[in-house]
């Protein structure tokens, strides 16, 4: 996307740039309207429901049919038993805990606080993302509910009230999905690969014939592009998948994303290829054919042969960095024959934990904690202390839109306050002042709510640069006229509950960006160190000699770098919308990580292979000797990934490991330790220095550059 967006034309406005930039970001693509309808019919249908009944709390249903993911029908029953579950035990939790304090006011404010900091944690080590989403919002409801000066049984009330709008919320949300899974077959994590590819291979071979690119695969390539990677690897990350899966995907998904946006940049270049080019250009979109017919048949795909030596240098530009990013697809599943290995088993959903494995290891989830609970405690202490309940909307706030906060960039301070002005002034004031004193059913307020559930989710589908817009919008204006059973006339009433969201917005600005943040383009740089030592632990493990100790310590390491890695590539999306003096040096610093991330996503791909190899796992077992060469083997790649941090950061030393030798040298005592009728190598052993001799490649490349 970076590449694209510098090799675009400079905008001759502010106005221009953002007609163009809404224009790229509202245009429509295959399935979105299909989304937003589902997404429009089933919050509309819950308040439908909930004004009819007069059922509290109905409006923060609706956010579930907005926020809530949905991969297919399984995923749907799980994410409807899931909401309904932590709601229960989040309840029960409230009505056990508030009991203990709610005669004593000091402690009364350290059970807020402990909830709020419970609360913020909970977003970040929670693996489910829908559990995270139910218990945020029974939070961000239950705190304020239980700091109101009514009796206790009132509250005990409005408690399971909550429980039974998110009943409802979720039976309404899981039928509507239900009634519309057969509209949309497949996988959503390959099939939108699928596209990508099938672009790029069009592009491609209109080169290759030497004909002008058809427009509308321009145009696709170049919405792609704009899209991004993000919101498929926010699925990939959000689905029921195996670790490993979720791995090997998350490196085919990067490595799309990045010729998705070499063939964008493409697209802005003009030449004339010579005629052994159209045949590298010929030979490579049929690899990218056979590739993606190899995803969408649950294959692996199989070795990339390319086989330019001796042809003249080519005249296209990018093309030899296209066949590099096209080699390395089948890498992501290494050393494996058959992708159904990589997905979830029984034995991997018994395994499947509730909480990220690295949740008391990685200290990037307390630091989270701790700066939301500050905002949010912040807003709490400022709406009590000047007697002004009505704000009391800032804590919820604050927890929603945590659940985006996590591995954010700047920008969307931008999009949560722009939301909240437009979702609460523009469209929850102004439908009060222009629209509601006209009406005088439920039927025309169900059609207000549907209009702008509409234009939220219209928003909320775009890329990352926008959607978080559209779930403002949403917040907003549900705040202001649909958490009452009345048309809300009273304009000081919606003046209060908008004025809590700024507030809320203010004080996560202040705490996350401002006291307690960095920019983007400081924390991508700072991130990509940080993971260049973790795969240098990662390099040096097992540790331990108990496997149980060595298992669960690798997948916890393993865990934080791959959240590290999807992080560094949010980060740099961040850095194109961060201006100043610096601009330009940081997005060549941007340009640069993202090609190392390529080849850091492999080696640490690889490198969970032969970690299998160092263990003995069952069908990698070793001879002694070869085990030795392997550990001295990684050893030295763990100082050499540790001396590409310090070099980073301007204090690494001068002279590089030489990893090609050895590898060369391991290789020497893999053949000296087989015995002579084990020549040639076993399959096994083949494997096993084929993978070696790829993760030796990519560290010296890697280390040269840096």
């Known amino acids: 996307m970076g590449t694209i967006a510098q090799s675009l034309p400079r ?98 404010f350290l059970w807020i606080i402990g909830t709020l900091l419970l609360a913020f944690y909970a977003v970040s080590v929670l693996t489910n993302y829908t559990a995270a989403v139910a218990f945020i919002n029974l939070s961000a409801l239950a705190i304020p509910l ?54 790029v291979g069009h592009l491609l071979i209109c080169y290759a014939d030497a004909r002008a690119v058809d427009p509308a695969t321009q145009k696709q390539i170049m919405r792609m592009g704009t899209l991004g990677t993000s919101l498929l690897r926010q699925t990939l990350g959000r689905s029921g998948y195996s670790p490993e899966y979720s791995v090997a995907m998350g490196g085919v998904t990067v490595l799309v994303g990045r010729l998705v ?7 802005q270049l003009s ?3 010579s005629p052994s080019d ?22 692996v795909p199989g070795p990339v042969q390319l086989h330019n030596d001796g042809q003249p240098a080519s005249v296209v530009p990018l093309l030899s960095e296209m066949e590099h990013t096209v080699a390395l697809i089948p890498l992501a599943f290494a050393n494996s024959q058959s992708i159904q290995e990589y997905l979830p088993s029984a034995e991997d959903a018994r395994q499947k934990t509730l909480i990220a494995r690295d949740a008391f290891s990685n200290p990037e989830h307390l630091r989270f904690a701790l700066k939301g609970c500050m905002a949010a405690g912040l807003c709490y202490v400022i709406y009590n202390a000047i007697a002004w309940p009505g704000i009391s909307t800032a804590v919820t706030t604050c927890l929603l839109t945590a659940l985006s906060t996590t591995g954010s960039s700047r920008q969307k301070q931008v999009l949560r306050i722009t939301g909240a002005i437009v979702g609460g002034f523009l469209l929850g004031m102004g439908s009060q002042v222009f629209i509601l004193p006209y009406i005088d059913s439920i039927a025309g307020f169900v059609v207000l709510f549907a209009a702008v559930t509409v234009l939220s989710a219209w928003f909320l589908t775009s890329s990352p640069r926008l959607s978080y817009f559209g779930i403002q919008v949403a917040l907003a204006f549900y705040l202001v006229n649909a958490s009452e059973f009345k048309m809300q ?19 996560m600005w202040l705490v996350f960006d401002q006291f307690w943040g960095a920019s983007a383009a400081v924390e991508m740089r700072r991130r990509f160190i940080s993971n260049l030592r973790l795969l240098g632990q990662f390099a040096r493990e097992p540790l331990s000699k108990d496997l149980r100790i060595a298992r669960a310590r690798s997948l916890a390491l393993g865990e934080t770098i791959n959240a590290n890695l ?34 850091l996503r492999i080696l640490f791909i690889t490198r969970i292979v032969l970690w299998r190899y160092r263990v003995g796992f069952p069908g990698f ?67 096993f220095l084929l993978l070696s001799g790829r993760i030796a490649a990519l560290a010296d490349s890697l280390e040269k550059e840096i």
């Open 11 to 108: 905008p001759s406005s502010v106005l221009t740039w953002l007609q163009g930039f809404l224009k790229e970001e509202l245009a429509p693509y295959p399935g979105r309207a299909a989304l937003v309808g589902r997404m429009t019919l089933a919050a509309t249908l819950i308040i439908i429901v909930g004004m009819t009944f007069r059922i509290p709390y109905s409006w923060q249903g609706a956010i579930y049919a907005l926020i809530v993911s949905r991969e297919n029908t399984r995923a749907t029953l799980q994410s409807a038993a899931t909401i309904f579950l932590v709601t229960g035990i989040g309840a029960a939790y409230f009505l056990a805990s508030v009991s203990l304090v709610i005669n004593d006011p000091l402690l009364h």
């Open 146 to 199: 239980w700091d109101r000066h009514v009796p206790a049984e009132s509250n005990v009330e409005d408690t399971l009230w909550l429980c039974l709008a998110v009943l409802v919320a979720v039976v309404i949300t899981g039928a509507v999905e239900l009634a519309f899974v057969h509209l949309r077959p497949g996988d959503e994590v390959v099939l939108p690969i699928s596209d990508q590819l099938s672009a």
């Open 261 to 267: 946006d070499l063939a964008g940049a493409l697209t």
């Open 271 to 273: 030449f004339n290829p």
């Open 278 to 299: 159209q045949i590298r250009l010929r030979n490579l979109a049929a690899i990218v054919a056979m590739i993606r017919v190899d995803l969408l048949n649950r294959r």
């Open 489 to 507: 006339t009273s304009l000081a009433v919606a003046r209060d509950r908008v004025v809590g969201i700024l507030l809320g917005l203010f004080m």
């Open 566 to 599: 999807d992080n560094v590539r949010a980060l740099a999306d961040g850095v194109l919308f961060e201006f100043g003096p610096s601009r330009d040096h940081d997005l060549a610093v941007r340009d640069r990580i993202r090609q190392w991330q390529t080849q």
């Open 621 to 687: 077992e070793l001879p002694e000797a070869i085990q030795l060469a392997q550990e001295e083997f990684d050893n030295r790649l763990a100082r050499a990934l540790d001396g590409m941090a310090d070099r980073m950061i301007g204090d690494g030393p001068t002279q590089k490991e030489d990893l090609e030798s050895a590898f060369a040298q391991l290789e020497q005592t893999a053949r000296k330790a087989l015995p002579i009728q084990q020549h040639p190598l076993t399959p096994q052993m083949q494997s």
